[in-house]
């Protein structure tokens, strides 16, 4: 019987960008079917207690820091640290996946738009960088721009907030797998 893992995350995320290719091989390996569920992270974190990173004491502010270094050196990525346009605006980057995950696979989507924020230090608050992504991954720009743009990626995005609670999801990346979250 096919398996189904619930992905709640957010593009604003390093900790999603960090863990999302391996968690790609993880599924792609063993033939789980991936149930992509972007998610509007400070109301994630507003309804579970968790706190924006301006908001957090600043030793847990220190403590992400040397966190995201370590696990940096540990996947060997490029990662900036303070990247030029973060925070950014995540709603529509974030509905840009909903739209694309509908019809197709929005990994490569993601993969580039992780990279763009993490690595290349591009503003995904900017529809122009969504587009150029979304043609670099081979995906329908301008109708995925649109479709992100719909009452019903909306209306999926708020809808993706109150499945996350509802699993126990609390930050991102969240994976809920058989009811347990990882």
Sequence with gaps: MPRTVDYYFSLLSPWAYIGHAL???I???HHVTVNYKPVALAQV???TGGLPLPKRHPA???YRMFELQRWREKRGLALHLHPKFWPFDGNLAD???IAAAREHDPDR???GGFAGI????RNLGEEHSLIDIA????????ELLAAAKADAAQKRYEANVRDAIAADAFGSPCYVLDGEVF
């Design 118 to 121: 993490w690595e290349h230090e």
């Design 109 to 111: 989507f993601l993969r």
């Design 45 to 47: 974190f507003a309804d």
């Design 27 to 29: 599924v792609r390996r």
């Design 135 to 142: 043609r670099a991954a081979d995906l329908p720009a301008a």
């Design 95 to 97: 509905r840009f996946v």
């Design 23 to 25: 968690f790609m091989d």
């Design 60 to 62: 847990r502010q220190r």
